[in-house]
Structure formats: structure tokens, C-alpha cells
């Protein structure tokens, strides 16, 4: 007897059909939309409020680039390296003598941190710029011997209270920067014969730099904000110009826009440098950089009707 054979049944060596591809439905955020929505009402609602103030807004432009504004920016500018940089080079000296197992230069470097950390800006500016009340002259001979009045310029109490103040933050960055390297890479250096300043030099600085950078880029911007108090000490500079020019204009107002639009233009371009400083130094511990803003525009660019899922040449 013969078995009837099923011709409709699929071969025994045919493998079977893979599973169904699923179709993804996206999950719908609605509080998303709302809160767009919520978000873009009040843009209009202060912009609306701001339309209806009597304010002069063509006297920003005509006043833009005043001769004592762009002399203004300049010394900013100025203030801001000159107080960035006794800050940088005094946070090192005390942030080193922080770490030092000498009580005595341990104990200096933490009463100097907690002085200037724990008193405001503004009240050592005035400090500083008061001190001839108490003090005729400054004597240090045999090196100087002046008048204390003719010693302490505004310039001087703007770089001595900023730059000062700035020291005590930048030791403890740099502090937490050096201490985040590991212990070992300075025993395998002083196993070498390096001294200790040339294992500093070249072993633990540079890997600290990548920890250090980042806050330091963000005391620069603050620093560059923070040189508008100066103005109190009869130090003139972007902000000190602005009112003056506001005071004799009758916009004062609009003054304050403008030093607003010029410290927005001078913080955005040091941010992008700040950025560009942490992509160089972040090159020994990531495997790929991240992308430059340029880059993310062109590729943001070319990617512009290309269809989703489509690979570039």
C-alpha cells in the first residue's frame, strides 16, 4: 500500500518564515505640547509687557559702538586677564601649599581661602579702596614708601579685590584637580628620579588640567560679569561708562540694555573658547572628540532632506 502524499505540504528543507517585523507606534507626550505652549505665552507675555514700556530702543544702537563704549569693553576686557591671571598663578601657589604636609603653610593657605571665600567681592573692593583712612602711607622700605592715596589707584583695588578674591577659588579648583590624579603616577615618576616640582611639571598638571578647565572657563565668565562692581571704586569701565552715558542721555534705562547685549556678546565668545580648550584637553581620555559647533552645522546641513535611516556617502 501507498501512503498518499500531501503535494500541498511545504518541503521538509524549507526553513520557516521569520517573525513579522512589529509596527512601533511612538508613545504621545502630551504634557510636552502643554508645556511648549505654556512656555511660549509667557515669551509673548514679557515681550508684549517690555512693548508697552516707554523705552527708547534706538538709543542702544546709535550708542553701540560710542567711543566710550568700545573704551569700556577694552578695559573690561583688560580687568578681566589681569585679575584672571593673579588669580590662576596665586590659586596654584596656594592650592600646592594646601597640599603640603607643612602645618604652617597648610594652615596659611586655609585661613587665606576661608577669609576671601567667606567675605563678598564688593566688601573687599571697598576695603581695599578705603584703607587710607586708617593708613597715611604705605611703607615698605626699603623697597617703597608712598602715600597711600597716591599708592592704591582704582585700577589697583579692582586687580587686588578681584584678583585676590579670585586666588581663593581657583586654589581650591586646582586643588581637586591635582588631587584627582592618581597617587601612583607620582610614586612611578619619583621611582624614575624626577623631583617633585618636575613630576608636578610635567605628570600631574597636565592629566589635571582635564578636571581643572572646565570650572575654570566658567571663573572667567564670571569674572568678566563681576568687573562691573569695580564701578563702585571709581574704576571706569564698560558698566561705569554706560550709566554715565545713560546719566547725561536721559536713557539710563536703555544704557543697562546695552552693557546687557555687550557682556551677552563678550560671554558667548569666551564660552566657545572654553569649549574648544576642553575638546583639546579632553583628547587623552575619550576615544572620539565630540563634534565642533561648525561641524554640528554642516552636519545638521547636509543632513536636510536626506530621508531617515539613510546612511552617508
Not at 511612538?26 to 511648549?36: D, N
Not at 583639546?280 to 552636519?299: D, M, N
Request: charged fraction near 15%; charge should be positive.
Amino acid at each position: 500500500m501507498s501512503a498518499d502524499i500531501d503535494k500541498t505540504a511545504e518541503p521538509q528543507g524549507t526553513p520557516p518564515a521569520g517573525p513579522q517585523a512589529v509596527k512601533a507606534i511612538p508613545v504621545r507626550h502630551y504634557g510636552r505640547y502643554v508645556t511648549a505652549v505654556i512656555a511660549i505665552a509667557l515669551l509673548v507675555a514679557v515681550v508684549y509687557a517690555f512693548g508697552q514700556g516707554k523705552i527708547n530702543w534706538h538709543a542702544v544702537p546709535d550708542y553701540f559702538f560710542d567711543d566710550r563704549i568700545t573704551t569700556g569693553v577694552g578695559k573690561t576686557l583688560l580687568l578681566t586677564v589681569l585679575s584672571m591671571l593673579i588669580g590662576i598663578v596665586g590659586g596654584i601657589v596656594l592650592a600646592v601649599m594646601r597640599l603640603s604636609k607643612n602645618p604652617v603653610t597648610s594652615s596659611i593657605a586655609w585661613f587665606y581661602i576661608w577669609f576671601f571665600r567667606g567675605t563678598p567681592v564688593l566688601v573687599q573692593l571697598f576695603l581695599w579702596f578705603n584703607l587710607g583712612l586708617v593708613f597715611e602711607y604705605i611703607n615698605l622700605m626699603p623697597f617703597y614708601k608712598d602715600y597711600w592715596s597716591n599708592f592704591m589707584t582704582p585700577l589697583l583695588t579692582a586687580l587686588l579685590g578681584l584678583g585676590l578674591n579670585e586666588a581663593a577659588y581657583m586654589a581650591e579648583i586646582c586643588r581637586a584637580g591635582l588631587l584627582a590624579v592618581d597617587e601612583g603616577q607620582t610614586e612611578a615618576a619619583h621611582a624614575l628620579g624626577m623631583s617633585h616640582g618636575k613630576t608636578l611639571r610635567r605628570i600631574v598638571i597636565p592629566q589635571a588640567m582635564r578636571v581643572i578647565v572646565p570650572p575654570t572657563g566658567n571663573e572667567v565668565i564670571n569674572m568678566l560679569k563681576t568687573t562691573s562692581l569695580v564701578a563702585q571704586v571709581q574704576f571706569a569701565e564698560l558698566f561705569r561708562y554706560a550709566q554715565d552715558i545713560g546719566t547725561v542721555s536721559g536713557s539710563p534705562v536703555e544704557m543697562y540694555f546695552l552693557a546687557a547685549a555687550w557682556y551677552l556678546i563678550l560671554t558667548s565668545v569666551l564660552s566657545v573658547g572654553q569649549y574648544y580648550i576642553e575638546r583639546y584637553y579632553a583628547r587623552g581620555s575619550s576615544r572620539s572628540l565630540p563634534p565642533t559647533p561648525w561641524q554640528k552645522v554642516k552636519a545638521n546641513m547636509f543632513s536636510i532632506g536626506r530621508p531617515k535611516g539613510a546612511v552617508g556617502a
